[in-house]
């Protein structure tokens, strides 16, 4: 039989869609453009996100009629008891993505729903030994326990657990061995990364060790997480890249109070200059949500300055989307939309600004990437720092290690030449 996986969301979503595509592929099923089962796996932070996720099922449903329908995933968990008006054969929550070959077995024309208590789960165990792409990424944690009053994750993921470190090591030991020289660990809440008192810094250490990883990265993580422990691994290890993803979500500590962020913007500077005392070079992006509840112009522009003064290298921008169920959602003083899209557009001006201002420093300079893709002729893909090379090259240098040497800006590209292939 044939199947065709559609993804929405996260990296979480990304390494669970693998996970999925590894078992039918092991079981005999193939990948096609004209598919007897189609698997959507939905987001639910955003009503966008919600909105995208119901379309995209009625799409494929109409352009496949006679296909099985499978939809899992966040949206499907929150929207559990209003799925009626979307014709699914199959609906799981975010448990037993690991047992889809079983429930597609045991689909006998008659609608299958499977949900759990969310807050009662134990982790489900996935594992890869091969990624489609040149990155390989490896969950080691599902779950949120910081409950921010925007977000709905922690109702739909459940409580924090985390993957046994041997499967992580394994798990990572296999797919280099499948050539892939960097790993991205990933999660709801990765820096809560624990199996019993081994942390996240313990599976860094242990993680660096693999012989013939190159590259190390996390995700994302939370400042409040980057401890004394953390920061020694940065400080030691080559492998972990020169690029960290730290939220920062607001710019204003009164907005960071209403949010319930476990952090005040002096800290939050001061854990930068940190990292930056020992990685000069180190490369910060964050996310930032504009229009909370309460963002005044005054609130906003006190962001604006922050991002600055910080100099992140890009943000990611969100518009708040009132979730039902959190605490934000009943708050007064909620943002007109018009005015939440003005401040999206001056943050990512600003984004692309702080952007060209990071790749200036790196024009004329010798610089390590690894190509992800192929096209017209170029090979494009990231260095450590997270810098978006394009060269001209061939196609069997995909997933190698490619020194060259950087000589214009065409954003959001580094054009460069090749100096030499220092690893195959």
Do not use: W
Request: with cysteine.
């Amino acid at each position: 039989m044939k199947y065709k996986i559609y993804t929405l969301g996260c990296k979480v979503n990304e390494y669970e869609s693998e996970v999925m595509k590894d078992l039918l592929e092991n079981n005999g099923y193939q990948k096609s453009d004209n598919p007897d089962i189609c698997i959507i796996n939905t987001c639910t932070v955003t009503n966008q996100a919600d909105s995208k996720s119901r379309k995209l099922i009625r799409n494929v449903r109409k352009n496949n009629p006679n296909a099985l329908i499978i939809a899992v995933g966040c949206m499907i968990q929150n929207k559990k008891e209003n799925l009626e008006d979307l014709d699914i054969d199959i609906a799981l929550g975010n448990k037993d993505k690991s047992k889809i070959i079983e429930y597609i077995k045991e689909y006998q024309n008659k609608k299958i729903e499977k949900f759990y208590d969310i807050n009662e789960m134990e982790f489900e165990d996935m594992r890869l030994n091969n990624f489609d792409l040149t990155r390989a990424y490896i969950k080691v944690q599902d779950g949120c326990d910081n409950y921010c009053a925007y977000c709905i994750i922690p109702y739909v993921r459940g409580h924090v657990r985390s993957k046994k470190k041997e499967i992580i090591v394994d798990e990572a030991k296999a797919l280099v061995k499948n050539g892939h020289k960097e790993i991205v660990l990933t999660g709801i809440h990765t820096g809560n990364y624990h199996d019993g008192n081994y942390d996240l810094a313990d599976l860094l250490n242990d993680l660096t060790k693999i012989e013939g990883l190159e590259r190390l990265r996390i995700s994302s993580i939370e400042a409040t997480e980057i401890n004394d422990k953390v920061l020694k691994v940065i400080k030691n290890n080559k492998k972990l890249t020169n690029h960290m993803h730290i939220p920062l979500q607001a710019g204003s500590d009164e907005i960071l109070k209403q949010m319930n962020r476990k952090y005040d913007i002096e800290y939050f500077k001061n854990k930068i200059k940190e990292i930056r005392k020992i990685r000069p070079n180190m490369s910060v992006t964050t996310d930032v949500i504009v229009g909370f509840p309460g963002e005044t112009d005054e609130l906003f522009n006190q962001t604006v300055e922050t991002i600055k003064e910080i100099g992140f290298t890009k943000i990611h921008v969100f518009p708040y989307s009132k979730r039902e169920g959190t605490k934000a959602a009943e708050m007064k003083n909620q943002v007109h939309g018009e005015i939440k899209k003005e401040r999206v557009k001056e943050l990512l001006k600003l984004s692309k600004e702080l952007e060209i201002k990071y790749m200036n420093k790196h024009l004329n300079k010798e610089i390590e990437f690894i190509p992800e893709v192929y096209k017209d002729g170029y090979l494009i893909g990231h260095t450590e720092n997270y810098l978006l090379i394009k060269t001209k090259g061939k196609e069997e240098l995909l997933g190698k290690t490619i020194k060259v040497k950087t000589n214009k800006i065409d954003y959001p590209h580094l054009i460069s030449e090749i100096c030499i292939c220092v690893n195959n």
